[in-house]
């Protein structure tokens, strides 16, 4: 099982809203990521979690909330989220062995979760 | 920053034909990767390279480590139409911290 799993595939909200995107491997890797992508745009680090513990916070904004409940697990919790915030959110995991930070991994992403803020 | 300049940004080619794309940076990364992405889904991984010089293939794609670790490229040889999409660069710094270049979005004319 390679698969990075992100639901929902869709999400569209309201400003006052708040939702959560979440996503799921099973190949035992101990790191974990959230990047955002805006249209024909690269995708842009947000977060990562390595063994379970927040790592890496490119200075995202608190409306972004990231929870990594176990190492199979990402979540992103969004809260007052403003329409320039729409974009692919895509969650992905690298192995990480040794359990101290790699410098050479493979990242595998998920499908995404596209994000409409009205 | 630590930028990765990626060329060309577009590229339009008859089927058959050879493509070759670039990243470059003033920085040097320990790990440099391309990935594939189709609208609306995730990117997927074509080539992991892992050290400076490193040439490797997975069928008709090949890429190469650059020996000062500050480059890297991806040929596409004999292209074909499912070949379209946006190829990406990436490279790893360190700590987990992996950055993507701009993209170069593939057009292949059948």
């Known amino acids: 099982d390679t698969e990075v799993t992100q639901t929902p595939k869709h999400l569209v909200m309201g400003m006052t809203n708040k939702k959560s995107l979440k996503c799921e491997q099973h190949m035992g890797h101990r790191a974990m990521y959230w990047y955002k992508q805006k249209a024909k745009k690269p995708p842009e680090l947000m977060f990562v979690?390595?063994?379970?513990?927040?790592?890496i916070n490119e200075s995202v904004p608190s409306r972004f909330s990231p929870e990594c409940p176990n190492s199979s697990l990402l979540n992103l919790h969004l809260h007052a989220l403003q329409p320039e915030d729409s974009a692919l959110y895509l969650c992905?995991?690298?192995?990480?062995?040794?359990?101290?930070?790699?410098?050479?991994?493979?990242?595998?992403f998920g499908s995404g979760t596209q994000l409409s803020v009205l | 920053g630590q930028q990765l300049n990626q060329s060309p940004q577009s590229m339009f080619i008859q089927e058959g034909e050879d493509v070759s794309m670039n990243c470059t940076s003033s920085?040097?990364?320990?790990?440099w990767l391309w990935y594939k992405q189709d609208p609306g889904e995730g990117p997927v991984l074509l080539i992991a390279?892992?050290?400076?010089?490193e040439l490797t293939s997975n069928g008709r794609l090949t890429a190469q480590f650059g020996i000062t670790r500050k480059d890297s490229f991806l040929n596409i040889s004999a292209s074909i139409p499912s070949d379209v999409g946006i190829y990406f660069c990436?490279?790893?710094?360190?700590?987990?911290?992996?950055?993507f270049g701009a993209g170069t979005r593939l057009t292949v004319k059948p």
């Open positions: 920085s040097i990364f320990n790990t």
């Open positions: 979690y390595s063994y379970e513990k927040l790592s």
């Open positions: 992905a995991s690298s192995q990480e062995e040794g359990g101290y930070r790699a410098t050479n991994e493979k990242l595998f």
């Open positions: 390279l892992y050290k400076a010089g």
């Open positions: 990436a490279g790893q710094l360190g700590n987990n911290d992996m950055r």
